[in-house]
């Protein structure tokens, strides 16, 4: 009878420690917003934004990634007033430039500490990495608390350079590195952002033996197209490569993934799809 009750107390322990992991989901996503580009025509911002608006609200985001973002861009999705963001401009740590800001909600996270570091050989200031002379990138990170169970973690927004090609391999080093540097109290941590690289380069293989790609250990299937940009081609986009990632450490589990197809008058709210990831920190 003893025997009997205490494993039950046992089971009932184990599921309700199972239950209280479970109540404190986060919905994280990364969504490059394709830049304010006049020549985009009808697919441009002042176009679609409202779109862009509707989907990461209707999609319930609790915090996520943006690239390509000029501060007009980001002043338009700060009217959403649940939300607050952190992350300087590339081309002065302050408001010029693309951004690779962080959105999260207010009523959900505290942010403890942020900063911005460029991709590059002198990362603590505006500069062009290696090949990359086209632009300067940037990656934005802040330290969050959960308010909710008090849980702190770290995440990293980046774009890595389209064209540079030792550029993206010295990036993914060089993430590593300042990842590593900047967390050293053993908090989980997110990665995320459009890394212009598909999973079999070099430079992927470098953030994943560190990180965890989260379509790769969700736990239910992944959703949606493989690949991520589709260039605002609504009818013939293959969508078979995928360069926008959510890297997570190990002591994230990954519920669910998503790539997230959602259109308005035959049109995408961007030229890239966005990522969700439902997650648990453990």
Known sequence: MMKYLLSTLMLLFIFGELRAQQSNPINVATYNLRYDNPNDGMNAWPYRKQQV???????????????????????????????????????????????????????????????????????????????????????????????????????????FDNQGVIARHESSKLMVKKIKEIVNDGSPIFCVGDFNSTPETEQIQVISSFL?????????????????????????APLKDRIDYIFVSNKITVLKYAVLTDSYDHRYPSDHLPVVAKVIIQ
């Open 53 to 159: 608006e509707d989907l990461i609200r209707y999609h319930s985001f609790d915090i996520f990634g943006t690239e390509e973002g000029l501060i007009g861009m980001l002043n338009d999705l700060s009217e959403m007033k649940e939300y607050a963001r952190t992350g300087g401009g590339r081309d002065d740590g302050k408001q010029a430039g693309e951004h690779s800001a962080i959105f999260y909600r207010i009523d959900r996270f505290q942010l403890l500490k942020y900063g911005d570091f460029w991709l590059s050989e002198t990362p603590d200031k505006p500069s062009y990495g290696w090949d990359a002379t086209g632009n300067r990138r940037i990656c934005s990170w802040g330290k969050f608390k959960d308010k909710t169970d008090g849980k702190e973690f770290y995440f990293f927004c980046v774009h």
């Open 212 to 236: 965890q790609d989260s379509r790769k250990i969700t736990q239910m299937l992944p959703y949606g197209p493989v690949g991520t940009f589709e260039g605002f081609d609504y009818a013939n």
